[in-house]
């Protein structure tokens, strides 16, 4: 199913974020189901961070065909690696089964508003969407720090949906950094 850009799309505040308010593209009609159905698939994903400690954030690549090529989370904690976030892992499986770096037609779907290195490996990945659960006002680069996906200056575009299940991913994370701070507390007597 095609979407075309100024249809879908608009810019505007909105309020379901981690913490405050942040910029984000938002859909000005109804969003598509899928998306939705989509979002809670990455939530689930997300959990398996949990079991390496790391922040559950959860990615999937939607192929042109509406297939789920691959997912992806948080795996910081569990490999010491920077570069370690759902969407980059979500990107190099796609890519992999792929057998191509370019995922030209692809949606990424992702709990959280992806940072600025996320941002610019779908860039570079030629994705044509990326639909974001939580904006991240604090280091989302899709519409909250800035917006590398619309950026005129680079060689590539892509549309940017925010919002899409934003209170479930944000509770999700909230609950996580909730337990972070029990634990911690606990530890200290």
């Known amino acids: 199913m095609m979407y075309k850009r100024s249809f879908w799309l608009v810019r505007r505040r909105v309020s379901t974020s981690l913490r405050g ?6 859909p000005i009609e109804s969003r598509p189901t899928e998306w939705n159905d989509w979002m809670a698939d990455a ?11 790391d922040v559950p954030v959860g990615a999937l690549v939607v192929g042109p065909l509406g ?27 796609a890519a992999q089964r792929l057998g191509s770096w370019r995922l030209e037609g692809c949606t990424v779907v992702v709990t959280l508003e992806p940072c600025a ?19 991240d006002p604090k280091g989302g680069f899709l519409g909250s720090l800035g917006n590398l996906g619309e950026d005129a200056r680079l060689n590539h575009r892509f549309l940017v949906v925010g919002g899409i299940e934003a209170e479930a991913c944000a509770a999700q994370l909230r609950a996580f950094f909730r337990s972070l701070r029990r634990a911690s507390k606990a530890a200290r007597g």
């Open 21 to 26: 308010s942040g910029d984000a593209f938002v």
């Open 43 to 53: 939530r689930r994903v997300a959990e398996n961070a949990l079991q390496t400690g």
């Open 67 to 93: 297939e789920r090529l691959a997912e992806g989370w948080n795996t910081r904690e569990r490999d010491a690696d920077p570069c370690g976030h759902a969407e980059i892992q979500a990107l190099r499986a």
């Open 117 to 135: 290195m996320c941002a610019g490996a779908m860039v570079l990945a030629r994705i044509k969407r990326c639909v974001y659960g939580a904006s």
